[in-house]
């Protein structure tokens, strides 16, 4: 793969600081594909520079003007979106239909909300005898993770370049590619200089490094909830603004007059896409004890047809797949029953994880409690819907969990005494436009959508 050995930085590719390396591996073959910069704080300091000098003129942009470019970075986006597939495929091993309409497709249609949002978001409103103006909180530091690499990048640069702020994107060191691509994007689609830069390199070095930065206003971080505690501490030591994107455990809450075959099957494909890497997957499926013997059975069949190596995906690293494995083997010697899968590699090479079905779950169990972030679903048994509820709400994340009823009306009940930032009633589709974040220890703020866009912004009162 082809990758820039610098850092981009005020509208262009400028040497990195250090002479340090990171090795791009496909995890499908564990082959070397690429090397890119490992940046320091000096390139930091250096981005972090460009994206002052560049703030005032576009934080002064007017708002058509911005949507304008957006728009154009939304069309650039769409016509590489095969090359930004291939290379999703490459660096996080994601399978090649889900890398081009999910992993390259979404991004496409998020810059596309953007660029219609902003070209009639309220910017200014009314209240008494006062005008109050929302202006771009000023420079923002993104810090993301592999798992959906565009995407992630996506849903922080976007509505950030929306509301007139300007930005520093630390991307994933798995998953570095992608942000390059996204990096030749942005200046194809003609957005001024030091707008967005790009400094790839590790969490603990360049990642801390623009948390830190006393140049940046805001810190935008999705990815581990340990991680995200640091983060906060820092932004909150330096009294800057921060939004916490981090892990879930979501329930898929089954109720008994529910089509219970659809509720497995929809709950599964949630749950086992991008090969269970994802925060929001529904990894932890309730079901009344008299339909469990049967949820189990339909899952185990279901599963069936998520083959490792053809509709699953590698997980992204060694380190991912050794976590994985460790948590099915905490779930069996805690005493859950593995149905299907188990902790055993279904191929000789690649980081790859069979779809693994726990059954006897109880709700303490480790396999219950912490994200596991691989092809791993548990079944939990409940008495009565309270049971039901007690369990959903019962772990320290909230970010998003089902609820399937025969009645709508029934379902939006439950949904409404869930502590979760999103839930999707009988299957409810994904919708762009939809605030995405957590409740409890799931994070602090929202993405995508006109809530998302508000992250970026301060407010201003003026009285006459
Ligand atoms: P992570 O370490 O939290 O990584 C997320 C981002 O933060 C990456 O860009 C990472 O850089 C950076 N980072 C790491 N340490 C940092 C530090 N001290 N200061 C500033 N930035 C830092 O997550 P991970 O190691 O990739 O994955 C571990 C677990 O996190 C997963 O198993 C999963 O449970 C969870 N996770 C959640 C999400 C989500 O969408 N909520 C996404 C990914 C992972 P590096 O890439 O160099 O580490
Ligand atoms: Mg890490």
């Known amino acids: 793969m082809k990758a820039h050995d610098g850092m981009y930085i005020g509208g262009a590719w400028r040497p990195a600081a250090g002479a340090g390396t990171i090795a791009v591996v496909n995890p499908a073959n564990e082959q070397v594909i690429a090397h890119v910069p490992a940046g320091t704080a000096e390139d930091v300091d250096a981005a972090v520079r460009a994206a002052r000098a ?22 650039v986006l769409a016509a590489r979106q095969d090359e930004i597939a291939e290379t999703i495929t490459e660096e996080l091993g994601a399978p090649e239909q889900f890398a081009r309409q999910v992993q390259a497709g979404l991004p496409v249609l998020v810059t596309g909300s953007y660029a219609e949002l902003v070209a009639s978001y309220p910017f200014e409103e009314k209240l008494g005898n006062s005008t109050v103006l929302l202006e771009p909180v000023g420079v923002v530091g993104a810090i993301t993770p592999w798992n959906y690499p565009l995407h992630q990048i996506v849903a922080k640069v976007a509505p950030a370049l929306a509301a007139g702020c300007t930005v520093v994107l630390k991307p994933a060191e798995d998953t570095p590619l992608t942000a390059q691509l996204f990096a ?22 360049a990642g801390q490094a623009l948390a830190e930065h006393e140049g940046v206003d805001l810190v935008s971080f999705t990815g581990s909830t340990a991680v995200g505690r640091r983060i906060g501490a820092i932004a909150g030591a330096a009294v800057k603004r921060v939004a ?9 809450v089954i109720l008994p007059s529910a089509d219970l075959a659809k509720a497995v099957e929809v709950g599964l494909a949630n749950a086992l896409s991008n090969s269970g890497q994802r925060c929001s ?13 049967e949820a189990v059975a339909h899952a185990a069949r279901a599963v069936a047809k998520y083959t490792p190596g053809g509709r699953i995906g590698p997980l992204v690293n060694a380190k991912q797949l050794e976590r ?38 109880t709700p303490e169990m480790t396999i219950a409690q912490e994200e596991i972030f691989g092809p791993v679903v548990v079944f939990l048994r409940y008495e009565d819907e309270d049971d039901a509820l007690r369990i959903a709400n019962a772990t320290v994340y909230g970010l998003a969990g089902a609820v399937w009823a025969g009645d ?26 939809a605030p995405f974040g957590g409740y409890k220890q799931s994070g602090v703020g929202r993405e995508l959508g006109p809530h998302g866009l508000a992250e970026f912004l301060q407010t201003k009162a003026l009285q006459f």
């Open 408 to 433: 709508e009306a029934e379902a939006v009940a439950f949904a409404r005494r869930m502590e979760a930032g999103q839930v999707d009633i009988n299957g409810g589709r994904f919708n762009p436009l």
């Open 281 to 293: 997957a529904l990894t932890r499926v309730l079901v009344h004890r008299d339909q469990y013997d």
């Open 324 to 361: 994985v494995r460790g948590y099915i083997a905490k779930g069996v010697e805690e005493g859950a029953r593995i149905v299907v899968g188990g902790a055993e590699a279904p191929l000789d090479q690649g980081y790859y994880v069979s779809p693994t079905i726990f059954a006897d779950v």
């Open 244 to 252: 916490l994107e981090l892990g879930g455990k979501s329930a898929n």
């Open 54 to 75: 560049a703030f005032p003129a576009w934080a002064a942009t007017p708002p058509a003007e911005r949507a304008a470019r957006l728009a154009a970075l939304r069309d």
């Open 184 to 205: 030749e994007a942005v200046d194809e689609a003609g957005l001024p200089a030091g707008v967005f830069n790009l400094v790839t390199g590790l969490g603990p070095v």
